[in-house]
């Protein structure tokens, strides 16, 4: 372990803190707004910063760049294809979101269905958070910065121990920003971190082209395309991780899901200080994860033509980082791996913490307990959480490689089922609340028989996307024989500005094409 390594690392993930402490010491953090929603005074940037770092994790920076070294470029679907689910939730969800003036996403169904909907979608939520999400990240985390700084050689230790000590420094972290800092600590350490993750991020894989083309950007990019050029195809076939026909069923469900629906992404975006910013935020992010495959893909593709085909995909781009990059910077792009570690990690204990103290404690326990005090209890749920997740983490290493996979897998138990009833609540008016009870039912036990019983030879994508259009039938058939005894109307609640942003179409339209043509450029009537 470099010492120069290990003092750049604490400068930059020091200098993250006291910026993020000075900007946010005086906030109220007794009020549940200003605790859960940082107050609801959230701006442009800071919104798409804070939804980059969230959404990015050492999972996707190892496991999409060991995907584009062992397969093609096509798995920069779950990243591009955000986009167009990004321009929809601007355009069509967050006006909706911030009109009904919602803390959870699941407060929508309350208004829309009936208090228990709402409560099902909440412990779905948390089943998801708790068990499926903050493990897996501290767990991969730990890997990511045990791989840069060898510390079981450092520690003398061995590997679980190893990643025990890791594990428990980036909980500590990130439970420090979550519970004790509120919502705003975590997204102005967000957007502070995303900017040294734009510029770590897109280091990479410019050092490594320079360093594959000899000293030449351009003839390592030329060298990929000799040597490669089928890594470049965008366009998945039937074997690929992300076949493009995925990309028209359930991948844009997922997207929409997670940038539409899912609690610790969307609490960035509702915390917003006005439409506006809110629009202008998730738009910015809509163009920023454009560059996705830039840093998340084609290191992974640059490894390939580096180091030759037979190594551990999983060990690609921890290789490549460590070959290229001169030692003064392997600890400052440690510390932009660490921010984002810490940012998924704090961004889904808060969204945790937030689901169960207004949606669990307040109405069951102490439907009159004051904002501080419900703030007080979310804070020791937190701590729980926390401890239980740092517990268990270590622990995923001593299963199969299988079970992780079977992680990412359970996600489709909970997101697009969530989803469709949202979806079918907003566009209509009359779906009683027991449609959405039996669409959830129906929707989650038939894809447990299809990933757990009965291989159906279909990808998992397109099985959610099938079972999308079999539940939004079935609940708008139960709304026509059984209808709700009166219209539903979304009531006007919002606590902020609601004037959209005035280029909110023409940016939106830009990013759409924007899209569009980065497919076009990497298939094989285009830059191939």
Request: a neutral charge; charged letters at 10%.
């Amino acid at each position: 372990m470099n010492l120069f390594t290990v003092i750049s690392f604490l400068f930059f993930t020091g200098l993250v803190a006291l910026i993020s402490y000075y900007i946010t010491r005086r906030e109220d953090l007794n009020s549940q707004d200003g605790y859960f929603l940082g107050g609801r005074s959230l701006g442009a940037w800071t919104i798409a910063g804070s939804l980059m770092l969230t959404n990015l994790s050492t999972e996707q920076l190892i496991g999409l760049n060991a995907q584009g070294y062992s397969d093609t470029i096509a798995v920069m679907g779950w990243e591009v294809g955000a986009a167009i689910a990004l321009v929809i939730v601007a355009f069509f969800l967050l006006p909706r979101y911030l009109k009904g003036g919602i803390t959870t996403i699941p407060d929508f169904l309350e208004d829309r269905y009936d208090f228990g909907t709402k409560q099902i979608v909440t412990i779905l939520f948390l089943f998801g958070y708790i068990l499926n999400l903050l493990p897996p990240i501290l767990y991969s985390g730990a890997v990511a910065m045990n791989g840069l700084f060898n510390i079981p050689e450092a520690l003398g230790i061995g590997r679980l121990p190893s990643l025990y000590v890791t594990v428990l420094a980036i909980g500590i972290v990130g439970s420090i920003y979550a519970i004790f800092g509120g919502l705003k600590a975590v997204a102005v350490s967000d957007s502070i971190n995303g900017i040294g993750l734009l510029f770590g991020g897109l280091m990479i894989p410019v050092i490594g082209l320079f360093v594959l083309g000899d000293g030449s950007i351009g003839a390592g990019f030329s060298t990929i395309l000799e040597n490669s050029p089928e890594k470049m195809n965008s366009i998945g076939d039937s074997d690929s991780p992300v076949p493009f026909s995925t990309m028209f069923t359930g991948m844009l469900l997922v997207n929409l899901f997670y940038w539409g629906t899912a609690q610790h992404i969307m609490q960035r975006a509702i915390s917003a200080k006005s439409l506006k910013e809110g629009q202008k935020g998730v738009l910015i992010a809509a163009f920023l994860k454009l560059l996705g495959p830039v840093f998340l893909i084609l290191p992974g593709i640059i490894a390939f033509n580096m180091f030759g085909p037979d190594m551990e995909p999983t060990n690609a781009y921890p290789r490549l980082v460590n070959e290229i990059l001169p030692t003064p910077l392997v600890g400052f792009f440690a510390a932009v791996l660490f921010g984002a570690i810490l940012s998924s990690f704090n961004s889904a204990l808060n969204s945790s913490v937030t689901l169960i103290a207004l949606n669990i404690y307040k109405p069951y326990f102490k439907p009159q307990a004051s904002d501080k005090e419900v703030v007080r209890k979310g804070k020791y749920v937190g701590t729980v959480i926390a401890l239980f997740a740092i517990s268990i983490a270590p622990l995923i290493d001593l299963v199969p490689q299988g079970f992780f996979q079977y992680l990412q897998m359970v996600n489709g138990f909970y997101n697009v089922p969530i989803f469709t009833i949202m979806i079918v609540g907003y566009l209509t008016k009359r779906v009683p609340a027991i449609a959405a009870k039996i669409a959830l039912f129906v929707f989650i036990s038939t894809y447990a028989t299809t990933q757990l019983v009965w291989d159906t030879g279909l990808h998992f994508l397109h099985i959610l996307g099938i079972l999308f259009v079999v539940c939004s039938t079935l609940m708008l058939i139960i709304g026509k024989l059984y209808p709700r005894n009166e219209d539903f109307y979304l009531e006007e609640k919002a606590k902020v500005d609601m004037k959209p942003w005035k280029l909110l179409y023409p940016v939106g339209i830009a990013a759409t094409i924007a899209m569009i043509i980065i497919y076009t450029l990497l298939s094989p009537v285009g830059i191939l």
